[in-house]
């Protein structure tokens, strides 16, 4: 089992900044991936953004690539989403997930509310 718990969520003008955080417990031995994701209101939960747990390599959703950065620290089992240049269509609940070879697990998930 892995536990995941988000934090750093908020309201933002457009064209601002927010630092989300992941911190993982558990079985964070057997994680290979962690990622971030959103849901905006009546719509789908999206990829956002990804990082390898061991060789931190990462990979982007289109729509969020030059602007947000994924990053880890082993050390304090911790994922981290940096998110500038915000614009309205950022905003939605964000969720962080770990992938296991067996399971996936998320965190509750925070809001991100990008309006002037």
């Known amino acids: 089992q892995v536990r995941l718990v988000e934090s750093g969520g908020g309201l933002v003008q457009p064209g601002g900044s927010l630092r989300l955080s992941c911190a993982a417990s558990?079985?964070?031995?057997?994680?290979?991936?962690m990622g971030w994701y959103r849901q905006a209101p009546g719509k789908e939960r999206e990829f956002v953004a990804a990082?390898?747990?061991?060789?931190?390599?990462?990979t982007y959703a289109d729509s969020v690539k030059g602007r947000f950065t994924v990053s880890r620290d082993n050390a304090k089992n911790t994922v981290y989403l940096q998110m500038n240049s915000l614009k309205p269509e950022d905003t939605a609940v964000y969720y962080c997930?770990?992938?296991?070879?067996?399971?996936?697990?998320w965190g509750q998930g925070t809001q991100v509310t990008v309006s002037s």
């Open positions: 990082i390898s747990w061991s060789g931190g390599s990462t």
């Open positions: 997930n770990a992938a296991t070879n067996a399971d996936h697990y």
């Open positions: 558990g079985s964070i031995i057997n994680v290979y991936t």
